[in-house]
């Protein structure tokens, strides 16, 4: 199948999960992730009305999107990979939302360059409900003071709360968590959900889903 077949696909897939689920369709955007391919296989999707995508490089994305944007200048672009501090200047100038804020240090950097570029980005901050020691994000039990940190303190605009399940795990139960914690912290967009769970994510309430293999193929 062509990636705009695929792309219609995925959309119908989305729809019936609201439906399912008892929400609106439109509740739920779907973050097309186009890490590692070209920009040839980026502008059909584009072209058949795709307007939100995601990268995990803050490298590739400079690489690949302003020429892309000059002729579709309403794309959002979302930083979902982890970012180094190094990184934070470039990932404000050429980045719509961060998704993936998972500690102290990078949201500060982050609210100071975002202050310097006069470009307040609207995060999501990164939970790792696995408590996964390989894998970046606040410990659940740590979300309720680093959201007072990040949105009082620091002033960042925070959207809501994003995770990555363990790979070997039954998702459900750590997209449950991710809505509790949200509406614990009265936050109400939830970023959960790929290729491969992304209908159960949305059953569990996600606002945005995160597709890349089932859209764009394996890479």
Request: net charge negative.
């Amino acid at each position: 199948m062509s990636v705009e077949d695929n792309l219609l696909e995925i959309r119908a897939k989305i729809a019936k999960a609201a439906d399912e689920a008892e929400r609106d369709p439109s509740s739920v955007t779907l973050v097309a992730v186009s890490k590692t391919f070209e920009a040839e296989h980026i502008r059909p999707v584009i072209e058949a009305g795709q307007r939100v995508f995601g990268e995990n490089r803050v490298q590739e994305a400079q690489s690949k999107w302003p020429a892309l944007r000059e002729k579709t200048p309403d794309i959002e672009l979302h930083l979902i990979g982890p970012l180094q501090s190094n990184k934070a200047a470039d990932a404000v100038g050429v980045f719509d939302v961060i998704e993936s804020v998972d500690r102290e240090k990078i949201a500060r950097v982050l609210a100071d360059e975002m202050k310097r570029q006069h470009r307040p980005l609207p995060v999501y901050i990164q939970v790792n409900t696995g408590l996964e020691p390989q894998k970046a994000g606040i410990a659940p039990d740590d979300v309720a003071s680093f959201v007072i940190l990040c949105r009082d303190e620091l002033g960042l605009q925070v959207l809501g709360l994003m995770c990555i399940p363990p790979a070997d795990e039954n998702p459900g139960p750590h997209f449950a968590l991710l809505q509790k914690l949200a509406v614990e912290n009265g936050l109400t967009q939830l970023s959960m959900g790929m290729s491969a769970d992304f209908e159960t994510a949305i059953g569990f309430g996600a606002t945005s889903v995160r597709v890349g293999s089932a859209l764009f193929g394996t890479r």
